[in-house]
């Protein structure tokens, strides 16, 4: 399905502009939105998850109004923000299956089918009984596409998901979103433009709230 922004606005109290009259389309694959710190890639990512009102402006996602039906977005919506808070010291397994619970499944067995199958997608099976807490920060954010897979989203954020990783753990982590990324779609913010090379059929440059280029990074590599 196909996210379509036009002239998308957003100012805080403060008077920061961080989405200027922005506009885009973005269809199904992995799309890669690289900039700078500051460039807006949050405040954008925020108010595509309805997180926060823009000034002015629509998104659609294919026959969703997303600003003004944000309940039928968020059913299908998985958003992993770039900091995911604190966890609690309660097994993989189990905070998946509450997870489940709060989502509406309430039927144990299923529960425990979708918990062990998103466990599988992101490599955590093996460690699904140690505590998220003492995941390390590769597994953490492994975790965090774990618990956003469980509604089987259509439309996946993730916020700067590989920043602080080592390169080992990066990997890992870009391996579980390409398996996920086939078949909805998949914006990825990121400061690291290897990351949006191995990954992204589709990118944008984003500074100062505006869209730079909008290109493939087969395109951009040969011009960087
Ligand atoms: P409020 O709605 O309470 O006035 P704001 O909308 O100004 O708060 O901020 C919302 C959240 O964003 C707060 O948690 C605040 O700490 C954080 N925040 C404020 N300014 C910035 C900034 N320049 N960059 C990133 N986050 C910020
Ligand atoms: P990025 O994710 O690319 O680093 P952000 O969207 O976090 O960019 O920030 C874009 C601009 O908006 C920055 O100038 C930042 O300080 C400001 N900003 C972000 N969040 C808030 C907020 N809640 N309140 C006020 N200013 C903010």
């Keep these: 399905m196909k996210l379509v922004i036009k002239n998308l606005t957003k100012t805080y109290k403060n008077g920061v502009k961080a989405i200027d009259n922005l506009s885009i389309e973005i269809g199904t694959g992995m799309f890669g939105l690289l900039g700078p710190n500051g460039a807006g890639k949050s405040s954008l990512m925020r108010t595509i998850a309805t997180l926060q009102s823009p000034d002015s402006g629509s998104i659609?996602?294919?026959?969703?109004?997303?600003?003004?039906?944000?309940?039928?977005?968020?059913?299908?919506l998985g958003y992993l923000p770039q900091?995911?808070?604190?966890?609690?010291?309660?097994?993989?397994?189990?905070l998946l299956d509450y997870f489940a619970t709060l989502k509406g499944v309430s039927n144990k067995e299923e529960r425990k089918t979708i918990v062990r199958?998103?466990?599988?997608?992101?490599?955590?099976y093996d460690v699904r009984r140690k505590h998220v807490a003492g995941y390390s920060g590769g597994m953490?954010?492994?975790f965090g596409i774990a618990q956003l897979l469980l509604n089987n989203p259509k439309l996946i954020i993730v916020d700067e998901p590989t920043a602080g990783l080592d390169p080992a753990e990066?990997?890992?982590?870009?391996?579980?979103?390409?398996?996920?990324?086939?078949?909805?779609?998949?914006?990825?913010?990121?400061?690291?433009?290897?990351?949006?090379k191995e990954l992204c059929n589709e990118m944008a440059v984003l500074n100062g709230g505006k869209i730079l280029k909008h290109t493939t990074p087969q395109k951009a590599t040969k011009e960087l």
């Design 60 to 76: 659609t996602f294919g026959d969703i109004n997303v600003l003004e039906d944000n309940m039928s977005l968020r059913k299908i």
């Design 170 to 196: 990066r990997h890992k982590f870009l391996n579980v979103l390409r398996e996920v990324g086939s078949n909805c779609t998949i914006i990825f913010s990121t400061h690291i433009v290897e990351d949006v």
């Design 140 to 142: 953490k954010q492994r």
């Design 83 to 94: 900091s995911f808070g604190v966890y609690p010291k309660m097994s993989a397994e189990d």
């Design 117 to 124: 199958e998103v466990l599988e997608i992101t490599n955590l």
